[in-house]
């Protein structure tokens, strides 16, 4: 028995709509193909190989909710519905509690997966990071050689290296591909967003489903971007313009950061709530996540700096387009001199992109290139 294109009306096939599950995947059809017809006859471990944020935890949440689900994955009851929000109790997803995924967290995974589902008739334990397990593989192999009965394992991991292959040697293996842009792009439009905005916002994601699901909620985003492709006409030539410029252009990376924080926030609620369902004293490694979090903040309004760089070196590069194309019919003296300027408008702009990757004092050196680009006429 098949379902439809989508499975959308289907509710009695053997295979669960692909919409209600893996709704929140973004260009992983392979994967999400792979998944769904394994779910039928689960077997105890799989493991799910892919560069990060390209929809890990959405895969897993969808697995789990056909693994839980009394109907296969209905996508409405509450199980799934439970599943799909990271909090049913019979879906145990553990993050490492370190930088790397240390014997002690195996240890717990291993005590987890003794447990008897709660409520369903097999339990799910989804462990993270498992490319950073080293000293803890050889714990997690005895578990996959002599699996529990009820207990499926969901490895995830950015790669395999030499003391992993073991341990996926034991696993059923699914890979994850980086999403493209026009995936992205696809998806965004597909969410009400207009086309040059969802090419922009695509391109600023870099190939995570994750980065782009957040810049959708992000209201601030096209406004963020004028703020930068704005600079040059706001540039004066006095120091207090560059300093308003500069605190502005600092506050907009802050606000684009703003989301994660909240989601953030709400990962820790969740991992404290399913802490205390599973009888548990706090959340194991708290600081640690807490630790991951700001790095992941930290990295975001790096990255969000640089999109940024780029939009005014692209501001530039439209200035210094449209004075070539309208050199005629200026004085040529005066356009060679503007050309000058502005080409070295934009290489002050790209080196500084390049520098702010190696030089963690991003304040000082955006006021200095603005400083620089104040010499330059918008
Ligand atoms: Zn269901």
């Known amino acids: 028995m098949t379902a439809g294109d989508d499975g959308a ?4 096939t053997d295979t669960p709509p692909v919409r209600a599950l893996y709704g929140e995947v973004v260009g992983q059809d392979g994967a999400v193909e792979q998944l769904r017809a394994m779910a039928r006859q689960p077997v105890h471990a799989y493991l799910l190989v892919g560069p990060p944020g390209v929809g890990q935890r959405a895969l897993v949440r969808g697995f789990a909710a056909s693994l839980l689900c009394p109907m296969g994955g209905c996508g409405v009851c509450s199980t799934c519905r439970r599943a799909l929000a990271g909090v049913h109790p019979d879906l145990v997803e553990v993050d490492r509690s370190g930088p790397s995924v240390t014997v002690d967290d195996a240890r717990r995974v291993v005590r987890l997966a003794q447990r008897r589902p709660l409520e369903a008739r097999r339990q799910v334990v989804a462990v993270s990071d498992l490319h950073l397990a080293r000293l803890a593989a050889p714990v997690l192999l ?34 994850l591909q980086p999403v493209s842009a026009e995936s992205l792009t696809a998806w965004l439009t597909g969410q009400g967003v207009e086309d040059d905005l969802a090419r922009e916002m695509a391109t600023a ?8 699901r957040l810049l959708v909620d992000d209201a601030g985003f096209a406004a963020r971007r004028r703020i930068w492709r704005d600079v040059p006409s706001r540039l004066d030539g006095t120091g207090a313009t560059v ?23 709400a990962d820790m609620q ?16 708290r600081k640690e996540i807490e630790d991951r979090h700001h790095r992941e903040e930290r990295r975001m309004r790096a990255d969000e700096l640089q999109a940024g760089l780029a939009v ?27 050309v000058r300027e502005l080409s070295g408008a934009v290489d002050a702009v790209e080196a500084v992109c390049v520098e702010m990757i190696r030089n963690p004092n991003e304040s000082l050196m955006l006021e200095a290139l603005l400083v620089r680009l104040s010499a330059v006429t918008g």
């Open 9 to 12: 009306t289907t509710t009695t």
């Open 142 to 175: 005895k578990t996959l050689e002599e699996p529990p009965g009820d207990t499926v394992f969901v490895l995830l991991a950015d790669m395999v290296p030499t003391e992993l292959v073991t341990v996926a040697s034991r696993c059923v293996r699914i890979d």
């Open 205 to 212: 994601a870099r190939g995570s489903a994750d980065r782009v």
């Open 243 to 265: 300093a308003t410029v500069a605190s502005e252009l600092l506050g907009a990376a802050e606000e684009a950061v703003e989301p994660l924080r909240l989601r953030h926030a």
């Open 270 to 285: 969740s991992l404290a709530e399913q802490a205390e369902r599973n009888g548990e004293r706090g959340v194991a490694g």
């Open 312 to 338: 005014l070196a692209g501001a530039y590069r439209d200035r210094l387009a449209a004075e070539v194309t309208g050199a005629r019919n200026a004085g040529a003296g005066r356009v060679a001199e503007r």
